[in-house]
Structure formats: structure tokens, C-alpha cells
């Protein structure tokens, strides 16, 4: 890169915000999973939308590629320079700028973490819609670029269903601004559902405007030993049919808890032995604690044992999983998130289990998700790294087999954009390349995420 670029750059930002050194951008060409590494010719971290525009501008002007980063804890490397690209960080776009408590929204920049505007909600007596294990890392914009879904998204929606208007900037540094506090607004295109979801390929999202929600007024969380994976979907629509509103249902198995227990030093949650869990957690009138009994006692069938609490150390158990499974793997686990029909999960986990036993008895295979919605997160340890391409293709056969998603909520990154061609016809990725090409001539917004629509 040119000299006067740099030069150019560090005008808009300042010196202290122009990262050359690899020492200073080790943290950025590095994901979060250890698997993708890249390189960059500098980092670049403007302070608001305007010195954003500006930069894009100069890169645009430049043809100079960009990849957008937020809080860089991605599973799929979808933020990772891989070829010199310029990171534009934006860690301090990280103010949050108000909080409605009539209309229930929240405005704030993309550098803010989910954590906060957690914090920001509950301080006007609401709810932010999404929860994640990476909520003190992970930023707005990400989980909007993203369309990160999490584990309240049964209740809520994904970060498409909750954003109501967004501020981003696109290649040449034009800013577009859809920004409405009120639901109902039906003029055209709904841009800020297109920007969600396309991994900083249309523009770099900047501020979001994001739904609230009134918290519930009391919830019970039950940790339930089930016998097999189709009986944590029974359990919970047995608890549907009570008139609970279920807040959140994760399936994990035996493995994957014996995992976090020793890592954590946890005690065993249930007394009995059971091959899986389903951790629930529910809320209704003030009988839900004897609802949610009832329907246990109810599905003996299902249920194995069970304990039901108020607090939240049951939930312990399902967000220790990433930080134990990372622990154990000898070499960096392979993270393949993906969904399957509802009906179908206890058959697509059986026919993963038998695979890998089969085709990788090496390998060990952990999985847990948000159940109630087909989400499952296959974890696989130990995996040779020669193996990795041909152990995920294998993954995602069988997802296409039970006519599934090979990305549910982490997009495609990197790591799926080989197998695009398994969840998308050829008519639909043609429609995406004509669209990215329309917003993006130039394609130097992350140039290497889904190859395949070029």
C-alpha cells in the first residue's frame, strides 16, 4: 500500500489509530477459534460514522479492500484479513445513545457489546432480545452483520426480527440511514433485514436501533435428564401447551456436561445418570413453578430427573461448553453450526454420531444448541487438521440429507463458503451475486466472504 494511503488514513483517524506494527494487529488477523490467521496492512479504528465514511472513501478511491471487525468472535472467520486487506475496527464506535422506555428501543453505536446494552435495558426496566455466551466481547454491529439468533431467540427472534433501523456505509462512503423508532413503515425494501446477515458485505454498519422488550416478571429454569434427543422438543411443547412462555431450551449431552463439570469444577447437576439434558427455563403467572413441575412429572416417559431453580447456576452447565471444549481439544475444534426441521434432529444427530464414529474414530464429538429451534452446535475435538475440509464436508452432507441449514446463526465466513451450493439454489445465489455487485462494484467490502456470489 502506498505511503500517501497510510498518510491519508492516519489524517482521518490519528497516528494512535493507524496499526502497522504486527505486535499491535496480532489480535486482529487471528479469530477467536485459533483456526484462522491472516494478515493485514494495517488497522484502522475510526471514532464515528463520519471518519468511517472517510475512510471508505480513500479505499474506495484506492480500490483498497475492507473488512469490517466488531468484537472479533466469530466461529466461521468471516472478520479475518486473509490477504492484506485493511481491518477497519469498530471497537470505538462504543457509545450507546439512548434507550426509549415509551417505544422500547435502543439506540448505540456498533462497537457496543451485547453486554451492555444488556446493562443499558435492564437500567430502563427492559430487555435487550439477544443473549450469547460472548455477550462481554461480542458488538452490535457483529450480531447484526451476523444475524446472530442466541439463546433467547425462541422467545424474541433473530437480530433481523429485533432491528429496527440501521446507519452503515458503503463502499464509496456514501452513509445510508434508515432509522424509523416505530414498527409499521412499509416503503420499499426493507434494507436493514438485507444488511443483516450479509457479513459486512453491502456496507459497515455503523448504529443499530434495536427492539426492547418487557422482561418477564418471574422465571423458573429446570435442568431436565431426557433419554433421547427427541424428547427435549416433546418436553418443551408439552410446556407450551401449559400456557408457559419458554424463554430459552438447550440440549446438551452427557459428554458435553461431564466436559464443563471438570473444567469448571461443578458438582453433578442431576442425581440419576442420563444419556442428554434439556436446560428450560420459563416464565407465566405465578403458578409457573408448579406448571413447569406438573408437565416434568407428567412426561416420565421423557424425563430421566430433573431439578428446577430460580436462579441462574443451572445455566453454568450449557455456557461452559465453548471454554471446555476448547480446553480438552489438542488441536482447534472444529465449529460447525447448523440447523435441521425441528422433527428431524434426533435422526440427523444419530446419523452425525454414526459417522463419525465410523468415517473419523479419532475425533470426538460433542454437540448442544437451542433445541427448540433445530440449532445444533457440533463440536468436533481432536480432529487431524489435514481432516478438517473433508470431516466438514461430510457435516454438511448430512445436514443437506435432512434438508437443513449449513449456517444457522454464525453466517458462512470463511469456513462454509465451499458448500454454499448445499443451502442455496443456483437462482438464489445469482439473485445475492446481483445484489452485492449492485451495492459493491468494486468488491472490496470483505472480499473473500462467499466466494461463491462474486
Given amino acids: ?151 433467547r431467540m425462541i422467545k424474541y427472534g433473530d437480530t433481523r426480527a429485533q432491528l429496527l433501523g440501521i446507519e452503515a456505509v458503503l463502499s464509496d462512503g456514501r452513509v445510508l440511514t434508515r432509522w424509523k423508532t416505530f414498527r409499521k413503515d412499509n416503503v420499499g425494501y426493507h434494507l436493514p433485514s438485507l444488511l443483516a446477515g450479509s457479513e459486512g458485505t453491502l456496507g459497515v454498519v455503523t448504529k443499530v436501533l434495536m427492539k426492547l422488550h418487557v422482561p418477564p416478571s418471574q422465571t423458573r429454569c429446570a435442568l431436565v435428564g431426557i433419554r433421547t434427543v427427541g424428547a427435549a422438543p416433546a418436553v418443551v411443547d408439552a410446556l407450551r401447551r401449559t400456557g408457559l412462555t419458554i424463554e430459552a431450551a438447550e440440549l446438551m449431552t452427557a459428554a458435553g456436561v461431564d466436559l464443563v463439570r471438570r473444567h469448571r469444577a461443578l458438582r453433578p447437576p442431576l442425581n440419576a445418570a442420563t444419556p442428554y439434558f434439556l436446560l428450560v427455563e420459563v416464565s407465566g403467572p405465578p403458578d409457573t413453578e408448579s406448571l413447569l413441575l406438573a408437565t416434568l412429572d407428567a412426561a416420565s416417559d421423557l424425563v430421566v430427573d430433573a431439578t428446577v431453580e430460580r436462579g441462574d447456576r443451572l445455566w453454568s452447565y450449557r455456557e461452559g461448553h465453548t471454554e471446555a471444549i476448547n ?39 460433542i454437540c448442544f444448541g437451542h433445541i427448540a429451534d433445530g440449532n445444533v452446535h457440533v463440536n468436533l475435538l481432536d480432529v487431524d487438521p489435514g481432516q478438517v475440509r473433508k470431516i466438514t464436508g461430510r457435516v454438511f452432507e448430512l445436514v443437506a440429507e435432512h434438508d437443513g441449514s449449513i449456517s444457522a446463526e454464525h453466517g458462512v465466513g470463511r469456513s462454509k463458503a465451499s458448500w454454499i451450493h448445499l443451502a442455496r439454489s443456483e437462482v438464489d445465489i445469482e439473485v445475492m451475486k446481483a445484489i452485492r455487485n449492485g451495492v459493491d462494484p468494486l468488491l472490496i467490502l470483505n472480499p473473500h466472504i462467499l466466494p461463491a456470489v462474486r
Fill in 1 to 151: 500500500m502506498a505511503s500517501n494511503i497510510l498518510d491519508e488514513l492516519t489524517e482521518i483517524v490519528g497516528a494512535a489509530h493507524v496499526l502497522t506494527d504486527p505486535g499491535m494487529t496480532a489480535h486482529y488477523v487471528t479469530d477467536w477459534t485459533g483456526r484462522w490467521h491472516g494478515t493485514t496492512t494495517a488497522v484502522v479504528r475510526p471514532a464515528d460514522t463520519r471518519e468511517v465514511a472517510r475512510v471508505m472513501r480513500v479505499c474506495g478511491r484506492a480500490g483498497i479492500a475492507v473488512v469490517p471487525q466488531g468484537g472479533n468472535t466469530g466461529l466461521v472467520g468471516g472478520s479475518i484479513p486473509m490477504d492484506g486487506e485493511i481491518v477497519l475496527s469498530l471497537a470505538r464506535l462504543d457509545t450507546v445513545d439512548g434507550v426509549d422506555p415509551i417505544g422500547h428501543t435502543l439506540a448505540a453505536g456498533a462497537g457496543v457489546t451485547v453486554a451492555r446494552a444488556q446493562a443499558a435495558a435492564r437500567e430502563a426496566g427492559l430487555a435487550f432480545g439477544i443473549d450469547l455466551a460472548s455477550r462481554d466481547s461480542a458488538t452490535l454491529g457483529g450480531i447484526v452483520a451476523t444475524n446472530a439468533g442466541g439463546v
Fill in 327 to 365: 480446553a480438552v481439544s489438542t488441536t482447534p475444534p472444529v465449529k460447525l453450526d447448523i440447523t435441521t426441521p425441528l422433527a428431524g434432529v434426533e435422526t440427523f444427530v444419530g446419523a452425525l454420531t454414526r459417522t463419525v464414529e465410523a468415517e473419523f474414530p479419532a475425533a470426538r464429538l
